[in-house]
């Protein structure tokens, strides 16, 4: 993949943010081209540990920051910046994290502190800033799950939704997140209901427009995935899979963590 080769001088926090744009259509590619898995694997790690080393920066101003990008050692120093370290670029690395079993990215990303988000470029409004506490406190002994929980179902509010944010808030966002519920609650067929019409508002979603339908992020779903692997890893649920479409949604080889 020729960005890893020919733009050494970028590095994997440049002001582009090139590697991890780049990474993010090789792995959907390589997926649906249905390359090796290592080969898939390798573009979505890229684009994670890119991600994880820009919150990193944000974290350390003024510090020799350390970090790893597809196996090559960068320093670099830390500055405060509102690119690249809003809610959407936060769960595009925790998703990832999940499917690739990287709990040390699971850590790091769990102590990202809510400043840093509020801090970016992208309003925070009260249903981003539920989801992203909610998913910090999975993996918290000390978190209360019921009342951040609560607190998510509460900041779904229709009537706040823009025109411009109401197909991908209610197709993609809301489906996706209140399916934690049911990973955590004590029904697999809750589960099972919950993603079969999760899986179908994606699709709902991304056939809605020529440009939905070319838009590579569409291809499979790094969110669902990352239910699915949630699910399968506390609960050993699979999605019930009901057709072949459905299975490049949400990779089964992804969900069963088969790497090999």
């Known amino acids: 993949m020729s960005f890893l080769d020919d733009n050494p001088e970028v590095g994997p926090c440049g002001p582009r943010h090139l590697w991890a744009t780049d990474a993010d259509e090789a792995f959907q590619c390589a997926v649906k081209l249905r390359k090796t898995h290592s080969e898939s694997l390798r573009y979505l790690a890229i684009g994670l540990e890119t991600r994880v080393a820009t919150f990193r920066l944000c974290m350390h101003p003024g510090e020799q920051v350390e970090y790893c990008v597809d196996g090559k050692k960068y320093i670099k120093e830390g500055e405060v910046t509102s690119s690249y370290v809003d809610q959407g670029v936060w769960l595009d ?9 990287n709990n040390e990215a699971i850590r790091e990303l769990s102590m990202v502190p809510e ?8 309003r925070l409004d009260d249903f981003s800033l539920a989801e992203f506490n909610l998913l910090q406190g999975l993996f918290n002994a000390s978190a209360n799950f019921q009342s951040l929980f609560e607190s998510l179902a509460n900041a779904i509010k229709p009537e ?16 996706t997140a209140m399916m934690i519920g049911h990973i955590f609650g004590r029904s697999e067929t809750g589960y099972q209901d919950a993603m079969s019409e999760a899986l179908q508002q994606h699709w709902n979603y991304y056939s809605s427009s020529d440009d939905h ?4 992020g569409g291809w499979t779903s790094l969110r669902l995935t990352a239910m699915a692997v949630l699910a399968y890893e506390h609960k050993g649920y699979l999605p019930a899979y009901k ?5 490049e949604y949400v990779p089964e080889w992804l969900v069963k963590g088969d790497f090999t």
């Open 93 to 101: 690395a925790y998703y990832s994290a999940l499917i690739l079993r």
């Open 115 to 122: 400043a840093v988000i509020k801090n970016s470029y992208f």
């Open 160 to 175: 706040e939704v823009t025109a411009e944010r109401e197909g991908i808030f209610f197709d993609i966002l809301v489906p």
């Open 213 to 216: 339908i070319r838009a590579k």
């Open 243 to 247: 057709s072949d479409l459905e299975r």
